[in-house]
């Protein structure tokens, strides 16, 4: 059974950091896409950054780049983001996110963290 947990989420103020952790249990093959996603009231869910399986290869939007890392420990499938120079407009729930391909059944499969709150006070 797939099991995400996320911690790390709090209250900040602008100008400060904190780092978010996502693991994630239960694959059993195949590769693990880790991404953090935001959504803010009365936005729509936007995708902050992801790292591939190779934990390698990276992508961020360009709102957070340069102040947001991304990361992974592989072995373990835990991803983790870390947000430094935090501004207010980065006030939103952060949900962990993670496409699973299965060597197996050769699909891919999505799953999503339960979120966690970051606010960031001017």
């Known amino acids: 059974q797939v099991k995400l947990v996320e911690s790390g989420g709090g209250l900040v103020q602008a100008g400060g950091s904190l780092r978010l952790s996502c693991a994630a249990s239960g694959f059993t093959d195949g590769d693990v896409t880790m991404s953090w996603y935001r959504q803010a009231p009365g936005k729509e869910r936007e995708l902050v950054a992801r790292?591939?399986?190779?934990?390698?290869?990276?992508n961020y939007a360009n709102s957070v780049k340069g102040r947001f890392t991304i990361s992974r420990d592989s072995a373990h499938n835990t991803a983790f983001l870390q947000m430094n120079n935090l501004k207010p407009e980065d006030t939103a729930i952060y949900y962990c996110?993670?496409?699973?391909?299965?060597?197996?059944?050769?699909?891919?499969?999505?799953?999503w963290g339960q979120g966690t709150q970051v606010t960031v006070s001017s």
């Open positions: 996110n993670v496409e699973h391909y299965s060597y197996h059944s050769h699909f891919t499969d999505i799953y």
């Open positions: 790292i591939l399986a190779d934990g390698d290869s990276t």
